[in-house]
């Protein structure tokens, strides 16, 4: 029989022939045979298995095996030995090397055909050994599949304990050492069969195992992240991501960035090749493992190694987007990447090239899955050419290839990039008290309180809220770095790009703070806001000068204006409407004009002076300061420096100090309306204060008025809440809570239309006594005189309040709430329909409610707010009061506010301007600088971690009783803040 099996070797046969020839010989299994022609019949079928030329030849062998083990069972066994197994597996079978994927074969045939005999045990004894040691040897795919199909047909063969664990480690080592050499479609599916069927081994061995898993990952890791140059590992260890419970990556991961035996280079190794498994086609969860350690990695700090392998990767990751198997996965990790590297446009940049060619191969392709695709990167797209904006030579070519597919809404590219930046990522690994790493949920930066600088905070933050102010500042062209502007613009450009939480505006300090300030002392923000404007207006005053002495050169000038046409363009490029307009731009944004006439009630006499404006300083009616200033406050708000109030001399005093109380309780809330009517309201001049006329040649009697004739496009108020205690001597604050309407009413004068002629005077009578005086000039104060027809009613949207926290002029807190210019003039800032000064609607239900669309800086805390907060402010907190308030005219919505010309996406909401290479190279640079201080201080404590203590300052009124404070000032006089009107500049 073994003769005939044995010409089945030679070729001489036909087909037909060689399947009888096999029929009969299987069908002479079941008769008697010799043990001796057993034994000489395995050997045939085992030549035929192992040396077979063909496939047909090794069937026919496994055919007979099986016929003759089964009917002769102990002649196999005795065949089948353990030493006949382990010489297979050690030396091979004649010329057949050991490593030959056909020995495994065979044994797996053989234990199947031994299941049931008791000498299988031993068999498996042996091959759990053997198994150990051919992983060790670092076989080839081919042969590991195959010893993956017999482990885990017989699982009695896979090592066990902590064999069991060092083949988990050897085969994941050894799964490193795949490579596919071969481009043939046929065999690369065959390679990653064969990769599949040694993964699903591990995975199994995992599940029954489970302290098998971590030190598997361990190797894992430990071969991604060798730099041995020598050696480089297959990306066939992508297949072993998928079989990775999800749920152990937060452990894994904390564990990989928190090792301080981790170095750099070997982390930066491993996140490079675990960008590399996204070409891995069947792979799952790569890219969920791959943005678990990107994050990972933000949130301990580590962005040098960030920065390191998005630039070098992420070319590869874009180019995987070609390949629909992997292109899922390839778009999670690109979006990532990109949107987390916010500091600098670099990493996006180098992917701009490959935008259009991919897009028009989306398009092309018609396929749903595509277009659903294409929507989700265009989308990406726009959000970064939202942030880097600037470059419109890199962006045209890609608006026009995206033009006619969806466009996300300016919110959510907000609400994205302020998610997906590194320093968003939390870090809760970290010890110690949390610290804000990035920019708060608002997007927007705050600013770093030097040592009582708060007076200054909240004026710039007031100033970057004036978007159109903004919008111009950072537009301009400026030569040099000395001027304030350009200090200001630099300052501007950091509010509106830097990763930090909160920006430290040294610089401008330095350059912006009057000579008269102490360093490190509490100072008045409203006096800071004069002198800031106009240090700004003269600056470019001046400049304008040296331009006119130079006319016969053209020249732009420092402020980026040509000398002909000096008025700045829009971010649009449409010019200013007046090209001979040689006014500043603080002149064209804040500048108003105001007119004192005083009329001679004896001569009819009228002389009038105008003066500019850059804000408007409102008195409280002096019948509200006597009592909010006086001493029936201070039983209520007590002392001002911390001392004990003073007790009434009798119960008669004390009742009459509640009564007063209480009526006081029952008047009407003030307005800023009553405020500004107060303000423009006539006033008697007699007496101490009389009137010395030129035309009569002495003190007469006189009646004041103010108008304003040129109403500013931002109007600056300042309310007068540090008033001058007589009595005491000292300044004291007034409580008072003063509503703040959405919208004000401002008459300004026409300039066409002149003031009609003063009324005869009355017939000479004896001058009344003082008490008389005092009430007809409170009398026309409370009352204004004037008269609808001269003047036209011009409508503000508020934008910013600043609020002074505190209880008198010797210490305190400034804060600010805000509000862009997208958001004002909305038809959630309702009109009362008076004529007169906007009301605050008290029924929720008579009109929507003002959207919470405000901000609150306080210092380098910044947090959403509403309009009611902003309102209510004093009701709650009764030492918070509003004391500057910035409205903005409201027939500017839809166009630039200095300019006038329209805004740029006619909504209403000018873009922002484009940021010059300057600019953009300043904030580039610190935002590197920033990702480096923060790596440097998460390592820094994680080495003091175990013996560290800290403790923490939380924000808030940080400006209280500071040394040598001049405390904020109440301003001066009746009139407005001008340019040059140092006597306005009250301590």
């Excluded at 996204?278 to 969920?288: E, I, R, Y």
């Excluded at 159109?468 to 509106?496: C, E, I, P, Y």
């Excluded at 008025?567 to 804040?590: C, H, N, Q």
């Excluded at 804060?815 to 605050?840: I, N, T, W």
């Amino acid at each position: 029989m073994d003769k005939i099996l044995e010409g089945l070797i030679s070729s001489a046969h036909t087909l037909p022939v060689k399947k009888a020839i096999v029929k009969k010989v299987v069908e002479a299994a079941e008769k008697d045979v010799g043990t001796e022609e057993c034994r000489s019949l395995f050997s045939v079928t085992t030549r035929l298995i192992l040396l077979g030329e063909d496939a047909f030849q090794k069937q026919v062998g496994f055919q007979v095996l099986e016929a003759y083990a089964r009917y002769h069972r102990s002649e196999f066994e005795t065949f089948f030995s353990k030493d006949f197994v382990l010489s297979l597996l050690q030396q091979g079978y004649e010329q057949l090397d050991h490593k030959d994927p056909a020995i495994v074969d065979f044994i797996h045939c053989g234990l199947r055909l031994l299941i049931s005999c008791p000498a299988v045990l031993e068999l498996f004894a042996a091959v759990q050994v053997e198994a150990l040691r051919t992983v060790c040897e670092r076989p080839g795919p081919a042969l590991c599949a195959r010893l993956a199909a017999l482990l885990s047909d017989f699982v009695q063969c896979v090592p066990r304990d902590k064999a069991g664990i060092l083949f988990c480690q050897q085969l994941v080592r050894t799964i490193g050492y795949f490579h596919c050499l071969t481009s043939q479609e046929q065999e690369l599916g065959e390679y990653v069969a064969h990769v599949s069927k040694v993964a699903t081994l591990l995975q199994n061995i995992w599940k029954a195992e489970p302290a098998a898993l971590l030190p598997s990952l361990q190797e894992v890791f430990a071969i991604i992240s060798s730099t041995d140059p020598s050696f480089e590992p297959s990306i066939a260890l992508a297949s072993l991501v998928q079989h990775i419970p999800v749920q152990m990556i937060t452990i894994l991961i904390k564990s990989l960035t928190t090792d301080q035996n981790v170095k750099d280079a070997n982390m930066t190794k491993a996140l490079c090749r675990m960008i590399d498994w996204l070409s891995w086609p069947l792979a799952q969860h790569v890219d969920t493992w791959v943005i678990a350690l990107l994050k990972g990695l933000a949130a301990v700090h580590k962005f040098t190694i960030l920065i390191d392998v998005t630039l070098l990767k992420i070319e590869l990751v874009f180019n995987r987007l070609w390949y629909p198997i992997v292109r899922g996965g390839a778009l999670a990790v690109l979006s990532h990447m990109l949107l987390s590297f916010q500091h600098s446009p670099e990493a996006f940049h180098l992917v701009i090239p490959h935008v259009v060619p991919l897009v028009r191969s989306l398009q092309a392709d018609k396929l749903a899955t595509s277009k659903a695709f294409l929507f989700q990167f265009t989308e990406l797209v726009h959000c970064m050419m939202y942030q880097y904006s600037g470059f419109p030579d890199l962006y045209d070519h890609i608006l026009e290839a995206v033009k006619d597919l969806p466009k996300p809404s300016e919110d959510k590219i907000k609400l994205v990039l302020n998610q997906s930046a590194w320093t968003s990522q939390f870090n809760s690994c970290a010890s110690g008290p949390p610290r804000q790493a990035g920019k708060s949920e608002t997007g927007k930066t705050g600013l770093v309180n030097l040592g009582n600088t708060c007076y200054m905070n909240s004026i710039l933050q007031t100033l970057f809220m004036a978007t159109d102010f903004r919008r111009h500042v950072l537009s301009l062209r400026l030569n040099g770095s000395g001027t304030l502007m350009k200090k200001l613009q630099m300052l501007f450009a950091f509010l509106a790009h830097t990763q930090r939480a909160a920006y430290a505006p040294r610089n401008f300090l330095e350059v912006s703070r009057p000579t008269w300030f102490n360093s490190g002392s509490q100072q008045d923000c409203s006096e800071y806001l004069r002198f800031l404007l106009d240090r700004l207006h003269e600056e470019e005053k001046t400049i304008q000068v040296l331009e006119s002495a130079v006319s016969s050169v053209d020249v732009v000038d420092s402020l980026g204006r040509d000398a002909a046409a000096p008025a700045p363009p829009d971010v649009g490029g449409a010019p200013s409407p007046k090209s001979d307009d040689r006014r500043t731009l603080i002149e064209r944004t804040f500048g108003g004009k105001l007119v004192t006439g005083v009329r001679c009630t004896h001569c009819d006499g009228v002389s009038e002076k105008e003066e500019p404006f850059t804000d408007l300083s409102l008195a409280f009616c002096p019948s509200r300061d006597d009592d909010k200033s006086g001493e029936v406050k201070a039983p209520l708000q007590g002392s001002v420096n911390g001392g004990g109030g003073e007790t009434p001399a009798s119960a008669s005093e004390e009742q009459a100090s509640t009564t007063a109380l209480a009526a006081e309780r029952e008047e009407p809330p003030l307005s800023v309306p009553d405020l500004v009517d107060y303000f423009l309201a006539p006033e008697i001049l007699d007496r101490d204060n009389a009137y010395f006329c030129g035309k009569c040649g002495g003190l007469r009697r006189a009646e004041r008025t103010l108008k304003v004739t040129a109403a500013p496009e931002y109007l600056i108020l300042t309310l007068l809440r540090f008033a001058y205690d007589a009595k005491c001597h000292v300044r004291r604050k007034i409580l008072d809570n003063v509503t703040i309407p959405p919208r004000l009413r401002l008459p300004v004068q026409r300039p066409a239309a002149p003031s009609p002629p003063a009324a005869p005077p009355a017939p000479a009578s004896p001058p009344p006594s003082e008490p008389a005086e005092s009430s007809e000039n409170l009398a026309k104060k409370l009352k204004p005189s004037r008269q609808d027809e001269e003047v036209q009613s011009v409508v503000y949207v508020l934008g910013s309040v600043v609020m002074h926290s505190g209880v008198s002029s010797e210490s305190g807190h400034y804060y600010s709430y805000g509000r862009d210019r997208a958001a004002e003039g909305d038809a959630d800032d309702q009109k009362d329909g008076s004529g007169r000064g906007e009301r605050v609607r008290e029924d929720p239900s008579a009109a929507p409610a003002v959207a919470d669309d405000w901000l609150l800086f306080n210092d380098s805390r910044v947090t959403f707010a509403s309009f009611q907060s902003v309102q209510n402010i004093t009701s709650r907190f009764p030492k918070d009061t509003a004391y500057v308030l910035m409205y903005r005219k409201q027939e500017a919505a839809g166009r630039d506010a200095v300019t006038g010309s329209a805004a740029a996406n006619g909504s209403g909401q000018s873009a922002e301007p484009p940021l010059q290479k300057e600019l953009l190279d300043a904030i580039i640079k610190d935002n590197k600088l920033y990702l480096q201080e923060q790596e440097l201080n998460a390592r820094t404590q994680a080495l003091q971690a175990p013996s560290s203590s800290c403790s923490f300052r939380p924000d808030g009124s940080d400006d209280n009783n500071p040394p040598g404070s001049c405390g904020p000032s109440g301003g001066g006089g009746g009139g407005g803040g001008g340019f040059n009107t140092i006597s306005r500049l009250v301590f």
